[in-house]
């Protein structure tokens, strides 16, 4: 079964101290893996898509990974507004090209 | 540009009653998901349209929900004869579906609205 876990659930971070969120993924035939950063009341923000084991993307303090099984998002001295529920997910192959399936976030807090 | 646009943002109705969901995706793309999401979980895909193909109707989780394409553009979600668990953000996504990225790989980025949120008295 294609199944997305994202951990930790919560994480609480000072400002400028860096950290990792965690996307553990199985899923046949990956098209693509997803990170959005989601604030509350609103919907999903795309950040980052990576396709091929050991590419990165970076975009200002953030910097997102892939592997064969899991995919790192890596905040690097983050500041309060950082803060959000960051979600993970991927999208598969063969007949199921339409939607992506997602973990359950992780909810990042950056106190001053 | 203008994004993905739902409507309405808010929504407070009594058990039993019909509710009517309206998306407007980005224009110009082709496929639109709507995906609910509930306190603690993740988002829960519902329904999928592209272009003019049958909708992927595989995560519908019962026959009260039920969604339109008209016009290959705006999207209603209806739920019939609503339920106290049927409460939940309801979120609307547009992509432009086989668009393909510069390194040569298949792309489904999802744009998006900020989602209705439906209680269910």
């Known amino acids: 079964e294609d199944q997305v876990t994202q951990s930790p659930e919560a994480l609480r971070l000072q400002e400028g101290e860096s950290s990792s969120l965690n996307c553990s993924y199985t899923?046949?035939?990956?098209?693509?893996l997803f990170w959005y950063r989601q604030d509350p009341g609103k919907g999903p923000e795309f950040l980052f898509t990576?396709?091929?084991a050991g590419e990165e993307k970076e975009k200002e303090r953030l910097k997102a990974t892939l592997t064969k099984k899991e995919s790192f998002l890596h905040i690097t001295a983050p500041k309060p507004e950082d803060s959000a529920t960051y979600l993970c997910?991927?999208?598969?192959?063969?007949?199921?090209?339409?939607?992506?399936?997602f973990g359950k976030g992780t909810k990042l807090s950056v106190k001053p | 540009g203008a994004g993905v646009s739902q409507s309405p943002s808010n929504k407070v109705t009594e058990k039993g009653k019909d509710v009517e969901l309206r998306c407007d995706p980005i224009?110009?793309?082709?496929?639109l998901y709507w995906y609910r999401q509930s306190l603690g979980q993740g988002l829960e895909f519902l329904i999928y349209?592209?272009?003019?193909?049958?909708?992927?109707k595989s995560g519908l989780p019962s026959d009260r929900f039920s969604a339109e394409r008209t016009g290959g553009s705006v999207s209603t979600l209806t739920i019939q004869r609503t339920q106290q668990e049927d409460s939940a953000v309801y979120l609307c996504?547009?992509?432009?579906?086989?668009?393909?990225?510069?390194?040569?790989?298949?792309?489904?980025?999802?744009?998006f609205g900020a989602g209705t949120r439906l209680s269910v008295l």
């Open positions: 996504a547009s992509s432009l579906l086989g668009e393909w990225s510069p390194s040569g790989h298949f792309g489904n980025i999802q744009y």
């Open positions: 899923v046949s035939g990956l098209r693509g």
């Open positions: 990576l396709y091929s």
């Open positions: 997910a991927v999208g598969r192959g063969g007949g199921s090209q339409g939607n992506l399936i």
């Open positions: 224009s110009g793309h082709t496929a």
């Open positions: 349209f592209q272009g003019n193909s049958a909708p992927d």
